[in-house]
């Protein structure tokens, strides 16, 4: 338990629907995160939101839609994705400028 | 840009053997440098840390990484691994874009087998 909750563990989708990942952190930080860990290659930052307001968005394609409506809740809104976008899906949060991260245990999203 | 590099994509060591993984960075000032390693289908975990001050630092599981700038290199060591040990290890360096940003950039990671 690192005190980032991830929900859901696991989503099949197809590529019409619409789905949200969600995420919750209890440890009073001020920033999260969301980065994509795909087969064979490195963990991709995609978001960062700092005190709520969003301050990265690494080049992510639009069908992903992240929210965040305060310090300790952080979505990820999925429309119309692709196959390729199957992977796991990891949220962490940290206290800006104290370096360390915490990780969610991911959600394994899975588009068919 | 920052950048690192995991040049072992796959390690296998024996139980009780030591171990060290290897990793270098790339990063424009003194970088804040992690090991993080997840199990399967788990999310990662924090092994230790390096900020500043001590260049050998300790981590949770017996791991200690040794912070050499002239190698820009940030090696993660155990002096004798356990079955318990197997994962995949990620080595990450911090830093700021510039203001009060704060992002981690990870390297590929290393697949560690322990055998009995």
């Known amino acids: 338990e690192t005190g980032v909750t991830q929900t859901p563990r696991h989503l099949v989708m197809g590529m019409t629907n619409k789905k949200s990942l969600k995420c919750e952190q209890h440890l009073g930080h001020n920033a999260m995160y969301w980065y994509k860990q795909s087969a064979k290659k490195p963990l991709e930052l995609m978001f960062v939101?700092?005190?709520?307001?969003?301050?990265e968005n690494n080049s992510v394609p639009s069908r992903f839609s992240p929210e965040c409506p305060n310090s300790s809740h952080l979505f990820l809104h999925l429309h119309t994705l692709q196959p390729e976008d199957s992977a796991l899906y990891l949220c962490a949060s940290s206290q800006e400028g104290r370096g360390q991260a915490f990780f969610g245990q991911g959600t394994r999203l899975t588009v068919v | 840009a920052q950048s690192v590099t995991q040049p072992d994509i796959h390690i296998t060591v024996s139980e009780g053997a030591s171990l060290e993984l290897r990793c270098n960075y790339s990063y424009g000032a003194t970088p804040y440098l992690f090991w993080y390693v997840q199990s399967p289908g788990q999310g990662l975990q924090l092994l230790l840390k390096y900020f500043s001050g001590d260049t050998l630092v300790q981590g949770i599981k017996g791991f200690e990484a040794e912070f050499k700038r002239s190698q820009s290199s940030f090696n993660l060591r155990k002096p004798s691994v356990h079955w318990s040990d197997a994962a995949e290890y990620f080595c990450?360096?911090?830093?700021?874009?510039?203001?009060?940003?704060?992002?981690?950039?990870f390297g590929k990671g290393t697949l560690l087998t322990v055998n009995p």
């Open positions: 939101y700092n005190f709520k307001e969003q301050t």
């Open positions: 990450a360096v911090g830093g700021g874009s510039g203001g009060s940003n704060y992002k981690l950039t």
